[in-house]
Structures are given as structure tokens and as C-alpha cells.
């Protein structure tokens, strides 16, 4: 290190000079680059300091690769550079004209297929391409959007309460209650205080609320736009108070395998290296021992969740907030599904461990309040144990030319009207509401979990979930659990499809609970007809079976979910 401080002192100009050069001062590259083409000053750099400096980065190097082979286990790494190799060979070859051809074509197929599934179709279609030449009047606008209702009917009415998750209250009570506060507070902004006085303390009250659910007072927090932003928020503000606070310019952050895709979305945007940790089989909690494992000197936080979204379990959060006590680093608890489950478990009559702010050790919890909070979407809150923490969540800028801005979390403006219809959700429904809902929901979830225990033995519920969702996988290669789900689709069940082992779940809601006799019956129906049959061409069994077919699968999988993408705006 005082090589390298030495080093840039009596260089400064050079450093300063090239343009990457102080990002990538610590690549063998920065030598090399120095050494060809600046030969003036290579007359300051006197030998000893050229060969402490190669030490240093040798010394870097394998410090680096020690601590990813640490974290990763050598097993791991080499399958990650064996799948790094194939990405590159794969790269290299569909470069061939004659294989990009066929790749190109397989996609476009693929892509009319996307689109027939996804956009309305038929000559009578109407496009609203350009704007009207003459504004519309409100009857024109009301009898638009039934054509397109008409146009392009659900497949899935979620009324039927034959999907997981998605909608969590539906009542046509809660759609008053929300339609109410919408329309009182349509036009406001709370990046504009003095303008929307009450939202700024319908913001304020909604936080609060949700510290003293999950017992932390005198802690802080903010409103965000939903799940993944509060993650996203909640990564940022932990590595800014980790290079503030520890010093750490190469943060890195361990995650349970089992977490949500929003850890991964953070560490790409603000450039977190991640480690994925494998959960227990037989538990799916997260391996204590392997996190330890992972954490370095660079570690800015480790993550745990109560519940997961795959298969509804709880990490051991006591165990990771002892880690995190022990090393001065963050805990970040997801609690985005659990959200307005796991503070109630208990009061509802069901066994619950410790997962909330009076475990030692938690520094952040995100929590839906637009999952089973019942408030709009686009809502959700990001918790800190202090406002000490909180402070590195801001943006503060003083010197912009627009004035002095300042923001607490990704957006500026942000939408009044959902911080209204959250603060009205939660005084609607009240403690006792949010306790029989979750008797209800929590109750229908252990229903059909026994239901697939003790009469499905060709399934298996993976882990003990404690709380509003239930997994499932096959037993026997002989049933091909994908089917079973492809099946489920046909009689109008949404459920999700899962890796890693192969499953599909299901989120129980408000409007499941009536629905689970159904399920049971329908799950029966549907693994007979799945092992009736042979391998299927249904949706989750083309897609994920792809994911898996070789090596490069994943990327193939990444060119569909792209059109996909595409596909959604396409007018
Ligand atoms: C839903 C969910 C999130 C966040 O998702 P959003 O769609 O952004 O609200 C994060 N973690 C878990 C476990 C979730 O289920
Ligand atoms: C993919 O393959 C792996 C390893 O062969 C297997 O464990 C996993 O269950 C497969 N997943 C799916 C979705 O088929």
C-alpha cells in the first residue's frame, strides 16, 4: 500500500493526466500504458519503486482471486469459468455468418410467437399511434378503454383467485378506499412540501407506522416506489456509508441464493460485487458457515429474508445478525414479501421466529406495503435502525443551476396520490384487520401444504415455510413438475415456475383463500395429466428447459426475455 501511495505522490500529474487511469491504477495494465507512453516521466520512477509496484499488484491479484475462491469455493469458480469460456466460444461462433443466420432465425420465430401471446390482433384493432388532432372528450376516453378491454379480454380474471401474489386484497371495498384518497390527492408531489402539506405527513405517518410493526421506533426510514427500489436504496446506502465509515472502495456484498433478483439489479447498477450463496436442500436457509466464508474486508453487507420469494422460507436471521455484529458490517432483511405477514404471524396464532429489528445486528428492512399491505402499487418502504444510516441514502446536490435539490431516495417528483391510498390501506384494514387477513392467508398457505404432504407423494414441499407461500417439486423423474404447471395454466392458474431445483409456488392472497379446495383438486388433476402425457411444449417447460439445455442456454434464455421486453412496447 505504501508503495502505491508513494508512487501516485510523486507522479501526480501522470496519474491525473490519463483519463482511466486513477480507476484502473491498481491493473497491471496502468504500467504498461505509463511505461510506452510517457518515457519523461519514467525518469522519476527509479527501479525499486517499479518492482515494490509489481509486488504490490501480484500481491493484489491473488488477494483478490484468494478471496473470490474463498467466497465461491473452487468448485464454483471453476464452473463459472467453464461457463465463461462456452459465453465467449458461444460469442465467437454465432459471429459465423451461417449461425447467426439460424440463431436469427430461431429468435424471430420466437418473437411472432411473443407477440401473438402478448399484443391484440385482428383487422379491427384500433392503434392510438400519434396524438388526436382534437383533444377527446371523457365518454370518447371511458368507451376507448372498454374496446380494449374488449380488444384484448385477460386471460386470468383476477377475481377468480387463481393467481399467485399479484393482486393481494382485490376487494371491491379496498378499490373504494384507494379510489378516495386517489382522487382527493390526484395532482400532488411530495418533492413539493409546501404545496401538499398532508402528504409530506401521510409519508412521514406511513414510515412510521411500519418502524413500530417491525419494532424499531426510533429508527428512520422512507417511502419508495416499490420492492426493488427500496433494495436498490438500501445497497446504495450501505456502500456509501461503508467507503464513508470503513474505507471500502471495492465493496462487496453476500447474498442467500435463494433472495430476490433486485440484490443482483443493485449490485450492477452501483457496482457491488455479489456472492450468491447456496441455501441448505433440506431447510433453504442460507449455509451460515459458507456466508461466513465470504465476507472479506470488503464486505459491505450481508442479506438475509423473511420470506424469499421462491419458496416462502426464512433465513436464519439471528445467526446472520451475529455475523454482521461480529464483523461491523450491514444486514439487510427483506421482508418485501413478508411484509404485513411476518410482523402479524404471531398475534395470529402462528409459530414465528426472530426476523426483525430486535435481532442484534439488522441495520436495514425493506416492506411491501403494495404486497400484503393491500396499499396501490408502486409503493413500498425502505427501514433503517437509525437516521445516522438513512443519511447515506440521500442525494443532496448545492450547486445545481436549477436551485439547491435534494432527494431521499431514486425518484424526484413522485407520485402523491399512492402515498395517500397507502396511508388510507393501512387505517382501512387497522392491526386487527392485518391479523385475520394473515389467519386467513397463512392459514389457507398450511393448508395446502399438509394437502401436498399427506396426499401428493409424488411431490414435496420445499423447506418449512412459515408464512403466506408454498413451493413444490417432484419427486420422481418421472413427473416433470414444469408440465404440472403448464398443466395448472390450462385451467387458468398462474403460478410461478422456479430453478434451482426445478418447482412451482404459490402466494397465497385474500383471494386464494376461498380457492384452495379447487387447488388441490386441480393440482390432482393436473400431474395426472402431466404423466399421461409425454414432455409438453407448454410455456414453462420450453422456457426453463431451455435455460438448462447446455451452457449457453441462459443466454439464449436472456435473447427471448429481451423480445420480450421489446414486445411490451411494442404499439
Ligand atoms: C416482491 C419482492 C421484492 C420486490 O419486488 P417489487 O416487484 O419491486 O415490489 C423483493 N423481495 C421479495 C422477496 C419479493 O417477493
Ligand atoms: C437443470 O439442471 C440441473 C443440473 O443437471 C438440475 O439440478 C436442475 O434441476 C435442472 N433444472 C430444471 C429447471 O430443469
Known amino acids: ?169 382485490g376487494g371491491d371495498d379496498m378499490e373504494r378506499i384507494i379510489v378516495a384518497a386517489f382522487q382527493r390527492y390526484c395532482v400532488s408531489n411530495p418533492l413539493h412540501p409546501d404545496a401538499f402539506p398532508a402528504i409530506r405527513k401521510m409519508d412521514a405517518e406511513v414510515v412510521a407506522m411500519c418502524l413500530r410493526m417491525y419494532n424499531n421506533p426510533t429508527g428512520a ?69 459458507r456466508v461466513r466464508r465470504a465476507v472479506n474486508a470488503n464486505t459491505i453487507m450481508v442479506v438475509g429474508s423473511a420470506i424469499n420469494f421462491p419458496d416462502g422460507c426464512q433465513d436464519d436471521i439471528v445467526g446472520l445478525g451475529r455475523l454482521a455484529k461480529r464483523y461491523n458490517i450491514g444486514l439487510h432483511v427483506d421482508c418485501c414479501l413478508g411484509s404485513f405477514i411476518m410482523p402479524f404471524l404471531e398475534k395470529a396464532g402462528f409459530p414465528s421466529e426472530p426476523f426483525d429489528f430486535r435481532v442484534e445486528g439488522v441495520t436495514a428492512i425493506s416492506c411491501d406495503t403494495h404486497k400484503y399491505g393491500f396499499a396501490p402499487k408502486g409503493s413500498s418502504v425502505i427501514m433503517y435502525r437509525s ?7 440521500y442525494y443532496v446536490n448545492a450547486k445545481w443551476s436549477g436551485g439547491v435539490y435534494a432527494s431521499p431516495g431514486l425518484s424526484g417528483s413522485r407520485p402523491g396520490a399512492l402515498i395517500a391510498g397507502t396511508w388510507a390501506a393501512m387505517h382501512y384494514m387497522g392491526e386487527d384487520g392485518y391479523i385475520s387477513s394473515c389467519r386467513d392467508i397463512v392459514g389457507a398457505a398450511k393448508s395446502i401444504q399438509q394437502a401436498i404432504e399427506n396426499s401428493f407423494p409424488e411431490l414435496y414441499v420445499l423447506g418449512k415455510p412459515p408464512a403466506s407461500v408454498v413451493a413444490f417439486g417432484s419427486r420422481t423423474p418421472s413427473l416433470n413438475i414444469l408440465e404440472v404447471g403448464d398443466k395448472m395454466s390450462k385451467k387458468g392458474w398462474h403460478l410461478n415456475a422456479l430453478q434451482n431445483p426445478p418447482g412451482l409456488h404459490i402466494a397465497c392472497t385474500r383471494l386464494t383463500v376461498s380457492m384452495v379446495d379447487e387447488f388441490i383438486r386441480d393440482l390432482k388433476q393436473a400431474i395426472w395429466e402431466a404423466k399421461g402425457s409425454p414432455a409438453g411444449t407448454g410455456a414453462l417447460v420450453s422456457l426453463y428447459g431451455l435455460g438448462n439445455s447446455s451452457a449457453i442456454g441462459p443466454q439464449l434464455v436472456g435473447a427471448l426475455v429481451s423480445a420480450f421486453l421489446d414486445a411490451l412496447y411494442k404499439a
Open 221 to 289: 426510514g422512507a417511502t419508495t416506489a416499490g420492492g426493488t427500489e427500496s433494495i436498490l436504496c438500501s445497497v446504495k446506502t450501505h456502500r456509501d456509508w461503508a467507503r464513508a465509515v470503513k474505507g471500502i472502495s471495492e465493496p462487496e456484498m453476500v447474498v442467500p441464493a435463494s433472495a430476490h433478483a433486485a440484490f443482483d439489479k443493485a449490485a450492477a447498477y452501483f457496482n457491488v460485487k455479489l456472492h450468491s450463496i447456496p441455501v441448505d436442500p433440506e431447510t433453504r436457509r442460507v449455509e451460515l458457515k
Open 1 to 169: 500500500m505504501r508503495m502505491l501511495v508513494q508512487f501516485e505522490a510523486s507522479n501526480s500529474r501522470r496519474v491525473r493526466a490519463g483519463p482511466n487511469v486513477q480507476r484502473v491504477c491498481l491493473n497491471v495494465g496502468f504500467l504498461v500504458d505509463l511505461s510506452t507512453r510517457n518515457n519523461m516521466s519514467m525518469s522519476t520512477l527509479s527501479m525499486p519503486h517499479i518492482n515494490g509496484l509489481l509486488v504490490y499488484l501480484v500481491v493484489v491479484r491473488a488477494l483478490k482471486l484468494w478471496r473470490h475462491l474463498r467466497a465461491r469455493g473452487l468448485s464454483q469458480s471453476l464452473k463459472e469459468l467453464y461457463l465463461l469460456t462456452a459465453q465467449s466460444a458461444f460469442r465467437l461462433v454465432t459471429r459465423l455468418p451461417s449461425v447467426r443466420r439460424r440463431v436469427e432465425t430461431e429468435l424471430d420465430a420466437a418473437k411472432v410467437e411473443i407477440e401473438r401471446m402478448l399484443l391484440p390482433h385482428g383487422k379491427d384493432v384500433v392503434r392510438h399511434l400519434s396524438l388526436p388532432k382534437n383533444g377527446r372528450p371523457l365518454e370518447w376516453i371511458v368507451a376507448s378503454m372498454e374496446q380494449m378491454d374488449r380488444e384484448a379480454p385477460s386471460r386470468t380474471d383476477y377475481r377468480d383467485g387463481k393467481l399467485s401474489g399479484t393482486v393481494y386484497h
Open 387 to 393: 437516521a445516522d444510516l438513512r443519511q447515506y441514502q
